[in-house]
């Protein structure tokens, strides 16, 4: 094989258009020959290490196995990821929802005590209105508590998308 033959298997090769006896001769070329020139000094030592295999028998689903296998390791990834996120937002809800909690009873109980129905004499209409307000109340707190917990979903998730961005 001349230089020119040689230099044109090279660039097929690495365009990935030999076929495997086009290989086996640029291997066999760069075993035999004494090139001491830089120009084939880093194929020399590619095709002296370069092992072709023959009459190997592959499986026909390895690729079936290698891609469920990455398949498997995305979806591990993510749920580690989808795990941390997850606990972090549930903090960040039961955070909220105690900060809430104190502070409505702050602002309820501020300046009386609270009443309990048993120990007052009040008549059913009065006990209802109690209730209602009550209920209202809370209806108020739970109202603020969706809007924060929006909030902080927003913030969460990012969060999660700056951490997934790393």
Not at 79 to 90: H, P
Not at 131 to 138: D, G
């Given at each position: 094989m001349n230089i020119t033959e040689i230099k044109t298997l090279v660039e097929k090769f690495y365009q990935g258009e030999t076929t495997l006896e086009e290989e086996k001769l640029l291997q066999k070329y760069f075993a035999d020959s004494n090139i001491e020139t830089e120009d084939f000094a880093a194929e020399k030592y590619l095709f002296n290490k370069l092992n072709f295999a023959e009459n190997v028998d592959i499986p026909s689903d390895l690729i079936n196995k290698i891609v469920a296998k990455i398949d498997d390791e995305n979806k591990q990834n993510t749920?580690?990821?989808?795990?941390?996120?997850?606990?972090?937002?549930?903090m960040s809800i039961a955070a909220c929802l105690a900060l809430l909690i104190w502070a409505t009873a702050m602002i309820l109980f501020k300046n009386e005590p609270p009443k309990?129905?048993?120990?007052?004499?009040?008549?059913?209409?009065?006990?209802?209105?109690?209730?209602?307000?009550?209920?209202?109340?809370?209806?108020?707190?739970?109202?603020?508590?969706?809007?924060?917990?929006?909030?902080?979903?927003?913030?969460?998730?990012?969060?999660?998308?700056?951490?997934?961005?790393?």
């Open positions: 749920a580690v990821r989808f795990m941390s996120f997850a606990k972090l937002r549930t309990f129905i048993a120990n007052v004499s009040t008549s059913e209409t009065e006990i209802i209105e109690m209730l209602e307000h009550s209920f209202s109340k809370i209806s108020d707190v739970v109202d603020d508590a969706v809007v924060l917990l929006d909030i902080t979903n927003e913030q969460v998730c990012e969060l999660n998308e700056a951490l997934g961005n790393l």
